[in-house]
């Protein structure tokens, strides 16, 4: 199997970025990029109907914005993109979804542009040493990196 470069499809301003510099280094490389979306399990114990309805809802949406990105993936790499969806907290995902499956060879993360500092998940890979139980080369791209210079570097 083709090493993965996994990305978190996040909604920050940056993942586009991670997404296109992942992309084209697995069109580079011959390899795909594995997306990973992580869900917010609800807690509401009183309430397990309406719980159960909102994590479906949360389920059904993660669905359909990884289909969405999962078309500009394939476009950009030229392989169909993995698709994962986890719940629960974003470095725990990641660890999951980097035990699972061992062709994910490399984490791509886009730091955060301007001022706001690299970003939570940036921060805590550099506090804690590592997100994985696997040792795992992370990429870090600059978040506002223009396609040229996305096209240039990769």
Not at 7 to 33: H, M, Q, S
Not at 45 to 60: C, F, M, T
Not at 140 to 147: A, H, K, Q
């Amino acid at each position: 199997m083709p090493r993965q470069f996994l990305v978190g499809a996040d909604d920050t301003p940056e993942f586009p970025t991670a997404l296109a510099f992942a992309a084209r280094r697995a069109r580079a490389t011959g390899g795909r990029v594995a997306l990973l979306r992580v869900i917010s399990p609800t807690h509401d114990e009183h309430w397990s109907g309406v719980r159960e309805e909102i994590e479906r809802q949360l389920r059904a949406e993660a669905e359909a914005l990884l289909r969405r990105f999962a078309e500009e993936a394939e476009a950009r790499s030229g392989a169909q993109p993995v698709l994962l969806i986890e719940s629960g907290d974003t470095q725990a995902a990641i660890r999951k979804a980097v035990t699972d499956d061992p062709e994910i060879k490399i984490l791509v993360l886009a730091a955060g542009s301007g001022g706001r500092g690299p970003g939570p998940l940036i921060s805590a890979l550099l506090k804690q040493g590592g997100l994985a139980s696997r040792r795992l080369p992370v990429t870090i791209v600059p978040g506002d990196l223009s396609e040229a210079e996305l096209e240039d570097l990769a």
